[in-house]
């Protein structure tokens, strides 16, 4: 556990993570959270955590790593209970806090509950500065405490309904797993920023996990998504759902297609991998080049490479092999090698390139960097001519609803032009996918989703959004 | 971070603790806590921990295990500031908790705080649910949690002033040492139940130690005690004291003399090791005993075992070696080797005690199980008679100010007269000191110690005492 | 270091392993092998080891886990020097023993070597005995200890004449990496059935590699392979190759090609993804099927899936999702979980396969439980028919060569026609690759491959094959 | 495993150490070796190792650390076989090597054997020079492989005269345990240089540990020492002991008494408390001085101080405290740290010191920097006088037969009168006791022991000892 105040209290938790919670009746609890968790894996390999629970007894366990570290199976095997909690937290460099990771766990006047969390606030210092002039404290810079906080204010024996008072009083992007002693809830914000899903356990039970991916790890049915502002309680009667708040423009993050999602989950009824392969299609019939080959960068830009290669009826080929074995945090002993580090992560096939004019398809332009690093290998290793193709526009605006991005001013696209960008990275041309294209290819409705990313246009006021960390320094 | 509900929210804190604070312009606080934490281990080996700050900046390390295990030489390096708080842990079987391991380190309305506690409150129940009825949660089952829930309450811009405002509420026994941005405190509760010394160092600056031994590991040269009810704020501007609250009944715990602290600390001005001596030359006034050779228990019985041998004249001599590489979480692997346990710790030197009539020294007997494993041990290495002789009265009471005592119902000395216990030890006698013996001789002032264990005079009424494992079950 | 006799002494070796060497005046050696086996390390993840040297010094570390995992920065640093031998081993349960991890550093007459071994010796055992006969003694199981023990008994003064002398006396495969105080030593056996390839450094030196991909990880320059039955020697004086012994059947693995090899390296000229494509290819000549999808195995099979969706016109397209972030050592808590351990680490796309007629492409057929669950899992995502393609012949005989394969009585190839096997998983259809029509289609000489496995045709008599199992029972 | 090929294959293990061994029927041998290292642990701390067998089933663990920290529960009870060998390791910086752990486990002609060595070899180097010519390598530094290489060399199918057959080739101190799949072996060399005895289980078989208090915890009977010379075979057909060779000079290392073994331990039938007693007061005749204290230096110095005292009719008194907590290998940040790492070893008692003539008494004086750092803690604790006493002669002479000495230059009694070294070391007196009062006084026979670090008369001649450190630079 080692903190700095910056990080400890100021840094805003904006990253992805992923949210499992079970009801298994005569079941163990903790090993299915574990499966979905593994399913979930990709959403945070920061840390990992999970609460079991059963009536007046809970217990945890959470720590930095990735959850096959996290949890021998003495640790499981500790667990017992038959209703649980977890979660996995994305890995920023720096500030790996083992005091941020989740669930939540806390004792109120009601008993205690244990808190998943997926999102960001936007007011979340303000109820914090507004609870602590009442003389509350803090010891975490996770949302999430601020959440349970107002829940045990709010609960005067119904936590259901503090739950809804609670989220009157929050807003911005949240998935929740919440359990206590007897209940297992499922919360999903007005805007529906990040997914949810409920599964029905085949010897009984339900499940709640970010992607479907989880409920299919655990051979989980699945039921419905939870809804946007919608509460959903499991407990011995069985599954009820309720809208807590009126229903915000729905805005589902559509990065969540574009990236983040595993191919096989399916988000509010779409399957990521088709609406990939959507993508990919409609890119190439966007912006069509004369080449040899398509060739994607793995693993995200897999699904659209085929896409584009399918609907221009052109070659799809592996072109540049991802090393499986270096997580986000492998060493770079000197600065010579960090240089190299993108030789390490991925190597291109000198035969496949060699002579030939390559497409290459990635999912994302951030700050620009890597790009070029790809461009130049692609180069090296004999490609003619290298045409980068975009399965997005191109992120222009900061996301303040659980993504870890950059300020605008590091956004190479918020400052140059396409035309500007492909000649940074060094590509023969560069192009984006369209706004329109995007949700028209993809059957998705462009008025269900956020895009702020690439539009500014923001689903909720982001005028008010904290400066944090200016006002801590 | 493994908990179970009954660990983290109902187990009291009835542990010994030690706590160490610097204030260091210009010096490495974290390297000093270090030192000084060393030195104080003995009152903690569960658990250790150190927060450095230095204004808007703070730093917090802790984990399970001992002091060196803790601290690798990166992590003191990467501790950077010139304010310190540290805390030492008792080690108490099953309940190892991360999360109850201090420093607590907490953000309110102020800023933030660190606090490292020694002692008991009896009323943190009380105050912590009228807490949890104003809507506060709580994230750990340490007091320690609950004096920083009042501090932040009470702190309206002067951080001592709500000290202050939290000692009129707590009751119990707390030796405090907290740190902001830009102050070091110490405090003592109003009977001054645990020790607390205050050091100034070479270099400039001051220390706090809850003993004279961790003052000498620093170099630090003796200033004075805190007193009950006093609160020390050492900040850039030096040293200053005040009596926070009116002073109670002094009542240091007698025990920390018997057996707690470390024979070269000075406590309240009086030298442990000169104490226990004493002890021991009244226990052989009170008890003499044709024997051959005085053999201490080691280590807590040798200093009272060299005073009852230099009394009576007799022959002091070690008759029992202790394994120095066991600490007290070994691992016994089977249930036969549990119950050699004591030979693994003790061995007694046969050529010493052959034939022998021993006196055998102890500091105290709590349940009985020990001792007659001691005496065993002694008669099978031919020992012809065992007189075991205690530095102490009878233990007949439990502890409400911060020793991890049985019930009464545990304690052999409530129910059993010596000569009982003679028999159930299989000793050829035994005697403990008496009360009035004990203080005498060392000079102690009986009216300035708690004796409560003994004779069940409280300092503080322990009618209201609250029953939490009940309460919560 | 956790040794049964079993697996100490009698476990033969038959297991892929990476090597990795280089010669760097005035370079970090230790960093360019880090980096080396970052690159390899899809070829052992069980163990990993560097040894530096320079003159007299050496300097060595191996341990269990993955490259990253066994070498911290401070580790890499603290290894100085600028000749490096490394190793990765492969993951085979049960038997992980830090005892049998490489290189192998010993002492001798001469000097010291380190020893990096890929492959299988077939008279270890005898030459074991012989040696252990004369007197000597061995502390591993592993054959590299038996070439150690040679080398160190011819060398007279010429260490590559005792390499040489060694060649003569052992049968099997081996892709050697040897060090000295000055010296780099590469080494393949006369039948060549392990890759090595030689690359040059940027800033001088060398490199040796058992995949062209570790020469690209560190950009190095192919420069050739290693030949058959060659010694390569590289030291201040620069590289010098001869021919060691009389060149046997060229007989590189053709497995390299089918499953081991990373798609981005070439092997002896031909690149391993070309090749699978070219699998697949012919595998769609071969046996056409009328079908809506092509899907891959992820991942050795999806190169040859490509190959024949383009040569069948058909739709390539992922319908299988690997989770990237499970080893192959995850824990399994209880046997329901072990059941489903394939849902875990492979889960449909229901979406792509619902109603669909699937070719699902394999790379192999080993025991076929695997392949059964994975006909289950695409029928249960509703795929209408499932046939399985396999771009390989089936495997009918055991390798004595460097694959941990099972006895013939474990292969289903040995004991089953395919129309049986299909039946068995549960297939529509299943189909292998011809043993023609896979060298045919991919320009590989069939005279100068090791296709054994296949055909039971094995480049050295293996009648001889020592039964070390049951000779030590 | 870190090696450098200085410390492999150069450094000479001059060392103490500690083995066990067991031949247990029917019992759990692990657990019996994991409580006698426990109580030898005192001889070594660096690394501990077991290894159990049966039969043609053989395990083994080893690893750097104490024995609570290498072995867990889960470990132990791997461990299966009722026959064990068992090993620590003494701690000497920087040259903590795993791969010189022990026990050594090796396979030859003949089977298996894991064999455990204290004491150290005069002609390993010239045994293994030998050896090597003969073509055979080795892959640690330790004498216990040219030991093994012997007896593998020997055995032609009677390991016991494969054993006699090495002794009479080996030169130097060696206590040795050795296990084959049926036998445990106890061997001591002609000299009987280190200590090794005979214990019997009481529920059957027997152990043999370097120290007696090894039998004490394992409740085992004494039976007799190992005879000097001695080979003592432990099977199914119980106890059978023999003259191996014809004894040399008795010669039982001295500072077994002085400073290495347990208090509780006889060494051939001596008490070492009894002896070190006698030192004592057989000091005080010697060199008595008009004091108020005698106050030993913790803990080697105690059983002497006490004998000094009563021999004196002085008071005895403690007047340095140990830290219990701080091993050999504990962390000092920084340079000013580690001037004071004393102070946190050893902490004065002032009150008892302040104003008085205090006789302080250790064991030895090798380099004298220790020595003076605690005349100056003293006299800084406000001792008046500070008169060392030495209970035993100068160390003038290195030891080649298992202790870690410095060359003679770095030995101040080698260069210095104990008045210069008085001098050095700012002591008001100096005295050492003399050679025939350590002798005479403690009923040792000066003719059985080796007193050569005094006197310079090895009992073997050593002007032949090998210079291995120059030869190999």
Same mark, same amino acid.
């Given at each position: =556990?080692? %903190?700095?105040?910056?990080?400890?209290?100021?840094?805003?938790?904006?990253?992805?993570?992923? @949210?499992?919670?079970?009801?298994?009746?005569?079941?163990?609890?903790?090993?299915?959270?574990?499966?979905?968790?593994?399913?979930?894996?990709?959403?945070?390999?920061?840390?990992?955590? $999970?609460?079991?629970?059963?009536?007046?007894?809970?217990?945890?366990?959470?720590?930095?790593?990735?959850?096959?570290? @996290?949890?021998?199976?003495?640790?499981?095997?500790?667990?017992?209970?038959?209703?649980?909690?977890?979660?996995?937290?994305?890995?920023?460099?720096?500030?790996?806090?083992? *005091? %941020?990771?989740?669930?939540?766990?806390?004792?109120?006047?009601?008993?205690?509950?244990?808190?998943?969390?997926?999102?960001?606030?936007?007011?979340? =210092?303000?109820?914090?500065?507004?609870?602590?002039?009442?003389?509350?404290?803090?010891?975490?810079?996770?949302?999430?405490?601020?959440? *349970?906080?107002?829940?045990?204010?709010?609960?005067?024996?119904?936590?259901?309904?503090?739950?809804?008072?609670?989220?009157?009083?929050?807003?911005?992007?949240?998935?929740?797993?919440?359990?206590?002693?007897?209940?297992?809830?499922?919360?999903?914000? /007005? %805007?529906?920023?990040? /997914?949810?899903?409920?599964?029905?356990?085949?010897?009984?039970?339900?499940?709640?996990?970010?992607?479907? #991916?989880?409920?299919?790890?655990?051979?989980?049915?699945?039921?419905?998504?939870?809804?946007?502002?919608? $509460?959903?309680? $499991?407990?011995?009667?069985?599954?009820?759902?309720?809208?807590?708040?009126?229903?915000?423009?729905?805005?589902? #993050?559509?990065?969540?297609?574009?990236?983040?999602?595993?191919?096989?989950?399916?988000?509010?009824?779409?399957?990521?991998?088709?609406?990939?392969?959507?993508?990919?299609?409609?890119?190439?019939?966007?912006?069509?080049?004369?080449?040899?080959?398509?060739?994607?960068?793995?693993?995200?830009?897999?699904?659209?490479?085929?896409?584009?290669?399918?609907?221009?009826?052109?070659?799809?080929?592996?072109?540049?092999?991802?090393?499986?074995?270096?997580?986000?945090?492998?060493?770079?002993?000197?600065?010579? =090698?960090?240089?190299?580090?993108?030789?390490?992560?991925?190597?291109?096939?000198?035969?496949?390139? *060699?002579?030939?004019?390559?497409? @290459? $398809?990635?999912?994302?332009?951030?700050?620009?960097?890597?790009?070029?690093?790809?461009?130049?290998?692609?180069?090296?290793?004999?490609?003619?001519?290298?045409? =980068?193709?975009?399965?997005?526009?191109?992120?222009?605006? /900061?996301?303040?609803?659980?993504?870890?991005?950059?300020?605008?001013?590091?956004?190479?696209?918020?400052?140059?032009?396409?035309?500007?960008?492909?000649?940074?990275?060094? *590509?023969?041309?560069?192009?984006?996918?369209?706004?329109?294209?995007?949700?028209?290819?993809?059957?998705?409705?462009?008025?269900?989703? #956020?895009?702020?990313?690439?539009?500014?246009?923001?689903?909720?006021?982001?005028?008010? @959004?904290?400066?944090?960390?200016?006002?801590?320094?």
């Amino acid at each position: =556990m080692q %903190n700095g105040i910056k990080s400890l209290f100021c840094d805003k938790q904006e990253e992805e993570c992923g @949210v499992f919670g079970t009801f298994a009746p005569r079941q163990n609890a903790a090993e299915i959270a574990f499966s979905g968790l593994l399913a979930l894996q990709h959403r945070g390999q920061e840390s990992a955590g $999970i609460a079991v629970s059963e009536g007046n007894t809970v217990h945890i366990h959470k720590d930095m790593g990735l959850v096959t570290q @996290v949890f021998s199976k003495e640790r499981l095997a500790s667990l017992k209970g038959h209703i649980a909690s977890g979660h996995v937290r994305y890995s920023t460099t720096g500030s790996s806090l083992l *005091a %941020n990771a989740q669930p939540l766990l806390v004792r109120y006047r009601q008993g205690y509950l244990a808190l998943s969390h997926n999102g960001n606030l936007l007011n979340a =210092m303000n109820i914090r500065e507004e609870l602590e002039q009442k003389g509350h404290l803090f010891q975490t810079s996770i949302d999430s405490e601020v959440i *349970a906080s107002l829940i045990a204010q709010l609960d005067k024996g119904d936590v259901e309904k503090a739950i809804e008072g609670c989220m009157d009083r929050i807003k911005g992007s949240y998935s929740l797993v919440i359990t206590t002693g007897d209940k297992l809830f499922g919360v999903r914000d /007005p %805007n529906g920023f990040r /997914p949810l899903s409920i599964g029905k356990l085949p010897e009984g039970g339900y499940v709640l996990a970010s992607e479907t #991916c989880g409920l299919d790890a655990v051979g989980a049915e699945f039921v419905d998504d939870v809804q946007p502002g919608e $509460i959903v309680r $499991i407990d011995a009667r069985g599954l009820s759902r309720r809208k807590a708040c009126k229903q915000g423009e729905k805005a589902l #993050c559509v990065f969540e297609f574009i990236y983040f999602a595993r191919p096989d989950s399916d988000i509010d009824s779409s399957n990521v991998h088709l609406v990939r392969r959507r993508f990919g299609a409609q890119l190439a019939r966007e912006h069509p080049v004369e080449a040899d080959l398509i060739v994607p960068v793995p693993d995200s830009g897999i699904s659209a490479a085929m896409g584009y290669a399918h609907e221009a009826g052109m070659t799809y080929s592996e072109g540049l092999i991802k090393n499986r074995y270096i997580g986000r945090t492998f060493i770079q002993p000197n600065q010579a =090698m960090r240089e190299s580090s993108i030789k390490i992560k991925l190597n291109p096939i000198r035969k496949v390139l *060699a002579g030939k004019k390559v497409v @290459v $398809i990635d999912d994302s332009i951030v700050r620009g960097t890597t790009s070029g690093k790809i461009v130049r290998m692609l180069r090296e290793a004999g490609a003619r001519e290298v045409h =980068m193709r975009i399965t997005s526009p191109p992120v222009r605006y /900061p996301c303040h609803f659980g993504i870890d991005t950059q300020t605008s001013a590091e956004l190479i696209g918020h400052s140059h032009t396409p035309e500007e960008i492909s000649k940074v990275i060094g *590509a023969d041309s560069l192009n984006y996918l369209s706004m329109e294209g995007m949700y028209k290819a993809s059957n998705l409705d462009i008025d269900e989703h #956020c895009s702020a990313c690439f539009d500014g246009d923001y689903p909720l006021p982001v005028d008010t @959004v904290e400066h944090n960390k200016l006002a801590l320094e």
